[in-house]
């Protein structure tokens, strides 16, 4: 009886099959919700043709905010708590700010080039803008905490307190345009009244937006993740046998320093 045929390397895992193609649906969703923005959904009565920025604006802060900082934070906690302190919160945590740079530095890109024509200067110290680049600052900052030398335990904790720290902003840049008069419009989806502003096929073309840029952050963080993870078995496999070659030194001097049998 002949034994089984060893699986092919080409083949994927299922759970690396299912990040793949989430992130290929996000891609393709992006692509539709670009084509329907530009050419199929009607301009504004008030801001005509740059209404078609609300697309991709507002789901790239729902991003940015929400599902990276609440995800780090969440992981952040479960991390310090003791009952749940596991490596893997540490990497999610990690994983989930790093890819939330990104989502941050494009939520002002965006909103710069939808405040030119609109404001007419590309930058203004209004309430929402200076929280939102108070938070990239923030998120920098814990990249570069990562970053210092320390043992993993400590590198995890400090970390998982400033990712805390820098959560406290997200409901500042949420209820910035309520709490201050800016220039920046109130929530078009996410407002006090849970009223949107958008129908039809705007509406629909917002909703594929934020889906598509979702699937693209799940995408972006399980490989961030995976990265971590082999990150962190490399250092361990490194220390492992950093240790195995003290060990030998230590064996080899104690053995040379050895007095002589008495028979000898």
Do not use: C
Not at 67 to 96: E, K, M, Y
């Amino acid at each position: 009886m002949s034994a089984p045929a060893p699986p092919s390397p080409a083949r994927r895992p299922p759970r690396r099959a299912l990040v793949g193609a989430s992130g290929l649906a996000g891609a393709v969703g992006l692509g539709v919700t670009v084509w329907l923005g530009l050419w199929v959904t009607p301009p504004d009565v008030h801001q005509r043709d740059l209404v078609r920025l609300l697309y991709i604006h507002p789901p790239i802060a729902w991003v940015a905010l929400y599902l990276a900082f609440g995800l780090a934070g969440v992981a952040s906690l479960l991390w310090l708590w003791p009952r749940t302190r596991a490596r893997l919160w540490d990497r999610l945590a990690a994983s989930a700010m790093e890819v939330g740079v990104v989502f941050t530095a494009l939520t002002l890109l965006t909103g710069m080039l939808w405040g030119r024509p609109t404001w007419g200067v590309w930058w203004v110290w209004d309430a929402r803008l200076t929280s939102t680049a108070l938070l990239l600052v923030m998120q920098l900052g814990y990249l570069a905490l990562r970053r210092v030398p320390a043992d993993p335990d400590a590198r995890a904790r400090r970390s998982a307190v400033a990712a805390l720290v820098a959560a406290v902003d997200v409901p500042i840049v949420h209820f910035s345009v309520d709490w201050w008069h800016t220039l920046h419009q109130p929530g078009t989806v996410l407002n006090p009244e849970l009223d949107a502003k958008v129908h039809g096929a705007m509406a629909w073309t917002l909703l594929l937006g934020f889906v598509s840029v979702t699937l693209v952050f799940v995408w972006l963080l399980a490989e961030r993740y995976r990265i971590e993870a082999l990150a962190d078995e490399a250092a361990d496999a490194g220390l492992e046998a950093a240790l195995e070659e003290r060990w030998a030194e230590a064996g080899a001097t104690a053995q040379a320093q050895a007095p002589a049998g008495v028979g000898s």
